[in-house]
């Protein structure tokens, strides 16, 4: 596998349910991002990791829960999700969080909640 | 605070006509400039860059120039093809927020054989 993989690519679940998302990158870079993309809104930055400590959280409601265990993999954690956090979910990674450092995106996770 | 504004889309050209995708932005400090693309059903990928003023980047037959005397960052391609057919996102990293990016809605490019 090459650069940042993302599973699972779709998921469906209901609001009671637990899950989570995971991400891999294989570029050997040291910080990783979780964004949120809705349809007709921008992309919203929700969680920064860089050397697996965690250096921004927008203000992302607790139900959900970021881990990173190590430099090359990230997991977002949900639970008891509200049908409109239903969007893409994207992963990147970066070698690091200067302004010159470009992020790599995966494919996203779909997540829909019913 | 930093924010990027784009062209409204969508944009519907024909095959071979030339493109143009107008980005302008405010930043503090010195950012860099990103161009990413998106195809139905995935992910971002990085189209081109410049990390300085007057810096040119290009990928693909597509480019854009780094104008800070008019915070632009115009995204350019002579002649598109039916396969560009995508969302276009220009991104200005915050220039005193590291490397966070500053996204808008995107244009929505349509190309027509």
């Known amino acids: 596998e090459t650069g940042v993989t993302q599973t699972p690519r779709h998921l469906v679940m209901g609001m009671t349910n637990k899950k989570s998302l995971k991400c891999e990158q294989h570029?050997?870079?040291?910080?990783m991002y979780w964004y949120k993309q809705s349809a007709k809104k921008p992309l919203e930055l929700m969680f920064v990791?860089?050397?697996?400590?965690?250096?921004e959280n927008n203000s992302v409601p607790s139900r959900f829960s970021p881990e990173c265990p190590n430099s090359s993999h990230l997991f977002l954690h949900l639970h008891t999700l509200q049908p409109e956090d239903s969007a893409l979910y994207l992963c990147a990674s970066s070698q690091g969080t200067g302004g010159t450092d470009t992020q790599y995106f995966g494919p996203g996770t779909r997540l829909t909640v019913l | 605070g930093d924010s990027v504004t784009q062209m409204e889309g969508p944009v519907t050209l024909s095959e071979e006509a030339f493109l143009t995708i107008n980005c302008t932005y405010t930043?503090?400090?010195?950012?860099?400039l990103f161009w990413y693309v998106q195809y139905p059903g995935e992910g971002l990928q990085l189209l081109l860059k410049?990390?300085?003023?007057?810096d040119k980047g290009s990928n693909k037959g597509f480019e854009a120039t780094y104008r800070k005397e008019t915070t632009s960052f115009h995204l350019e391609k002579g002649s598109v093809q039916v396969s560009d057919s995508a969302v276009y996102f220009c991104?200005?990293?915050?220039?005193?927020?590291?490397?966070?990016?500053?996204f808008g809605q995107g244009t929505e490019l349509s190309v027509k054989p």
């Open positions: 570029l050997g870079h040291n910080a």
């Open positions: 930043a503090t400090g010195y950012p860099s």
């Open positions: 991104a200005p990293s915050s220039g005193n927020q590291g490397g966070k990016l500053i």
């Open positions: 990791y860089n050397f697996k400590e965690q250096t």
């Open positions: 410049a990390t300085k003023a007057d």
